[in-house]
């Protein structure tokens, strides 16, 4: 998937859900249950087991889908990950390594920041988005206040993001806003109650219509 294309379903969505699993199994029926509530871009963690194959499948069986590869750290894992189909890399923190591997491939960076000097440093270096994170703490308003002064730079919010406040960093200047727990319902993963996660999708996809 084209980078452009990537970045325009992931600002369309404006929620990208970060899917944590015991298994790759479980992560595909998270994935499905999350298709289902009108998502249509996923990050896989790669803590996930066999996270890689996980992407693939994802890549394969879901083409209506973008699917991220999450908490990246080094080149390496970037490689691994675009081999398997990912149509964007997020790295929580600045490593070149993921830049130059993406920019190889032509695949979405996203890269983590959380002041304005570690936003421009990853931008200049190649970075399409930075992953704003961990942003809980400091609010949509800290998000507002980068952007005033960094405009140009799109930026994902991610940390501490729920259904009540999502909204509101969107209409601070982000583009979309990652968001983990809140939808996928760790208790109902282990429950195996995967229509949850359904229905917090298309809740996160109504209060986010702008």
């Known amino acids: 998937m084209e980078k452009t294309v990537c970045y325009e379903l992931i600002s369309k969505c ?49 083409p209506n889908i973008a699917v991220g590869a999450g908490t990246v750290l080094d080149g390496y894992t970037a490689q691994k990950a675009v081999e398997s189909g990912a149509s964007f890399v997020v790295g929580p923190c600045f490593q070149k390594g993921i830049i130059t591997v993406c ?45 005033a002064i960094l405009p140009h730079i799109p930026v994902v919010a991610v940390g501490g993001i729920n259904l009540e406040n999502a909204l509101s960093y969107i209409k601070a200047g982000a583009a979309a806003v990652g968001v983990a727990s809140a939808l996928v319902d760790k208790k109902a993963v282990k429950e195996s109650q995967f229509h949850v996660i359904t229905e917090n999708a298309i809740k996160f996809i109504q209060a986010l219509t702008l």
């Open 14 to 62: 404006k929620v990208v859900p970060a899917v944590r699993a015991d298994s790759g199994e479980q992560a595909l029926q998270i994935v499905d249950a999350l298709e289902k509530g009108g998502v249509s871009c996923i990050e896989i963690t790669m803590a996930v087991p066999g996270a890689a194959e996980v992407i693939k499948q994802v890549s394969q069986n879901f």
């Open 103 to 147: 920019q190889r491939y032509g695949v979405l960076c996203q890269i983590g920041a959380l002041t304005s000097s570690e936003m421009l440093t990853a931008y200049e270096a190649g970075a399409d988005v930075v992953k704003i994170f961990p942003v809980g703490q400091l609010g949509p308003g800290y998000v507002k206040g980068l952007k």
